[in-house]
T-cell receptor, first 112, second 114 residues
């Protein structure tokens, strides 16, 4: 069964203090790995898709990387507005490209 | 210019009632989804429809019945509501034919069953 584990569950950073969030996955053939941001009371907002090991994508202070077993979301010099829950999801080759399996997320709080 | 919209945003009802949640997307996507997010924030797919055809039905009780009148709409009807149905329900959409598979989510409907 496809599984996604995110760590840590919660992370508190000072503004400007860089860190990384981890997403470990077990899937029978990875089609894609997705990162989403979710603010309280809102729906998940798409950030990145990674398809193969070694791939990297960047957006402002966020950089996502992918290996064969895990993905990292690096946050460089975070600001308070980066506070949110970050969700990781995988899509397996054998389940079609409709099904996303999500992790439970990392709650990030950035203090000024 | 909302991409994926849902109504209502909040729904409070009693056990045993029947309720519906509506979803509309204006992205021109051909696939739509319903997800359930529980109190621990775990997001799990319930259904997906592609061009009005049911593709995924993830062992959801048959009290839940999705209906897709056209490609831009996917509604969720729930019969005989139970306490355990309390959750946030998200609609999402994607476009398969572009070769990228990201899904775009609506703002959610918080269902509270008392």
């Amino acid at each position: 069964e496809d599984q996604v584990t995110q760590s840590p569950e919660a992370l508190r950073l000072q503004e400007g203090e860089s860190s990384s969030l981890n997403c470990s996955y077990t899937v029978s053939g990875l089609r894609g790995l997705f990162w989403y941001r979710q603010d309280p009371g809102k729906g998940p907002e798409f950030l990145f898709t990674l398809y193969s090991a070694g791939e990297e994508k960047e957006k402002e202070r966020l950089k996502a990387t992918l290996t064969k077993k895990e993905s990292f979301l690096h946050i460089t010099a975070p600001k308070p507005e980066d506070s949110a829950t970050y969700l990781c999801a995988v899509q397996a080759m054998n389940t079609g490209f409709q099904k996303l399996v999500f992790g439970t997320g990392t709650r990030l709080l950035v203090s000024p | 210019d909302t991409a994926v919209s849902q109504t209502p945003k909040y729904l409070v009802t009693q056990m045993g009632n029947d309720k519906s949640i509506k979803c509309e997307q204006n992205l021109g996507h051909d696939t739509m989804y319903w997800y359930k997010q529980d109190s621990k924030k775990f997001l799990k797919i319930m259904f997906s429809y592609n061009n009005k055809e049911l593709i995924i039905n993830e062992t959801v009780p048959n009290r839940f019945s999705p209906k897709s009148p056209d490609k831009a709409h996917l509604n969720l009807h729930i019969n005989s509501l139970e306490l355990g149905d309390s959750a946030v329900y998200f609609c999402a959409s994607s476009q398969e034919s572009r070769g990228t598979y990201e899904q775009y989510f609506g703002p959610g409907t918080r269902l509270t069953v008392t």
